[in-house]
């Protein structure tokens, strides 16, 4: 499994980004996988998570009804589409396949990540 996030970027409150998180060995289609994210000085948290049939979307409490997970297994691509963002929302977002093939909210139940993706939100 080889993951890379890309669609980060500088927003406004209230705006939108798209994220996508893609796997260049596509081995990874079997697999549960998840979105975390890193704000400066804080500890890496969970966003949310996908079963590895796209069932089964897990959120923080934090950005539900705002967030939304899928994924394209055809193009071994996982998306985060972020609507209503916050400045609290500002931080390194990062994707991951698990070691299983269901969704989890446990940072320990994930053992592929990629590279992150800067997603700044301005008040």
């Known amino acids: 499994v080889q993951l890379q996030a890309s669609g980060g970027g500088l927003v406004q409150a209230g705006g939108s980004l798209r994220l996508s998180c893609s796997d260049s060995r596509r081995t990874s289609s079997n697999n549960g996988m998840g979105w975390f994210r890193q704000a400066p000085g804080k500890e890496r948290e969970i966003v949310a998570a996908?079963?590895?049939?796209?069932?089964?979307?897990i959120y923080t409490e934090s950005v539900k009804g705002r967030f939304t997970i899928s994924r394209d297994r055809s193009k071994n691509t996982l998306y985060l589409q972020m609507d209503s963002l916050k400045p609290e929302d500002t931080a390194v977002y990062y994707c991951a396949a698990g070691r299983s093939s269901s969704a989890s909210l446990r940072i320990a139940s994930y053992a592929y990540w990629g590279q992150g993706t800067l997603v700044t939100v301005s008040s």
């Open positions: 996908i079963a590895w049939n796209g069932g089964s979307p």
